[in-house]
């Protein structure tokens, strides 16, 4: 098993396939201007595989597959294929902006896929479109309900955003009233490729829940373990909702995760600087257990939470990167 040096156990790889798009989302990418990282520089699919190979011998049992738009790159499926038969890997999950999704639905079923996140910020296709400046809505609305049909769970991604898409919430919310699905609000955070200007309308989890309080009654569930978000559910209604405090980090405590960013760079925290470049190690011919040895000796000086990680990377390089490049 893997621990951090503050006792953390660790047990899950969020991995970000890609930083390609094909959506524009306000709060993570700029519309024009973006440099996608040189093709040569992904880390190839089979470097993923032996790096989650490795990882998942020392204790790595859950993975997200993230981006970027994961389903944009040629052989994801191919690859999540491969990753579905490793022994050691127990649970592998998507996120997805759903606007490509649908005709991969059985496929992910048969493999064992099992959740789909699917980022949805609006039900109003013109909110939508201001805020993703695609007009893609109705593609992502057919993905939501096929994927409401599949057996795989689903969770919705909704950033919370004044000015943008408060008037969301309660119809979000309703969604929950018959489908099986649990809506997670998202407080906004300051990784939207450009430099100094992030999360201007942001709403925290406190007025979140507040607005909710306004029309629902709800009652508190059981969290899972390592859960960012708090999570609740609506009287009388089949799925839930929970509130994930992404900007004012209050999960850090019982933080499980690591990052690997698609050039390979591992991010032991959100808010942190990448720390080992594991595309250059694996490239300069390491063995598995130098690759494992890295790991260790990241985990080994793990910030304690997302604060102390965003204050040690501030004096040299403030926040202005891409969530697109990070993977959320
Ligand atoms: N393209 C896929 C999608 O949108 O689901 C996967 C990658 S996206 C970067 C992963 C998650 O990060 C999405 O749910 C998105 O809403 C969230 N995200 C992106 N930028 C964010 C920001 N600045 N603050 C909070 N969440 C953000
Ligand atoms: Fe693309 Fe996802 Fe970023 Fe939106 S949040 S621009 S869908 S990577």
Request: charged letters at 25%; hydrophobic letters at 35%; a positive charge.
């Amino acid at each position: 098993m893997l621990f951090d040096n503050h006792g953390r156990k660790i047990n899950y790889l969020r991995l970000a396939v890609t930083d390609r798009c094909n959506l524009r989302c306000f709060y993570c990418m700029p519309e024009n201007g973006i440099k996608y990282i040189d093709r040569n520089d992904l880390l190839t699919f089979e470097e993923m595989t032996r790096l989650i190979t490795v990882f998942g011998d020392l204790g790595i049992s859950k993975i997200r597959i993230t981006g970027g738009e994961p389903f944009i790159r040629k052989g994801i499926m191919n690859f999540l294929e491969d990753i579905s038969q490793l022994d050691t890997i127990e649970e592998i999950n998507v996120t997805t902006n759903g606007s490509f999704t649908i005709d991969h639905i059985p496929h992910l079923e048969k493999m064992g896929i099992k959740s789909i996140n699917l980022s949805l910020d609006s039900l109003d296709k013109q909110r939508f479109f201001d805020i993703t400046r695609r007009d893609l809505f109705d593609d992502v609305m057919a993905t939501y309900r096929a994927l409401v049909r599949s057996k795989m769970k689903l969770k919705i991604n909704m950033v919370v955003m004044e000015g943008r898409n408060i008037e969301d919430i309660y119809p979000m919310l309703e969604l929950a009233k018959k489908d099986d699905v649990s809506i997670r609000f998202i407080e906004e955070m300051p990784f939207n490729g450009t430099k100094g200007q992030g999360n201007q309308s942001f709403w925290s989890m406190k007025q979140i829940l507040a607005h909710i309080q306004k029309k629902y009654q709800f009652k508190k569930l059981i969290d899972p373990v390592s859960s960012t978000s708090i999570n609740y559910q609506i009287n009388g209604f089949e799925g839930s909702f929970g509130i994930i405090a992404a900007f004012t980090r209050t999960f850090c405590g019982s933080c499980n995760r690591i990052r690997l960013t698609p050039q390979g760079s591992m991010r032991t925290c959100l808010y942190s600087n990448g720390g080992i470049n594991f595309r250059d190690i694996l490239r300069s011919g390491a063995t598995d257990g130098q690759l494992a040895d890295h790991l260790k000796t990241l985990l080994n000086q793990r910030a304690k939470d997302g604060f102390e990680a965003e204050e040690k990377r501030h004096l040299n390089n403030p926040i202005s990167e891409s969530m697109a490049t990070i993977g959320g």
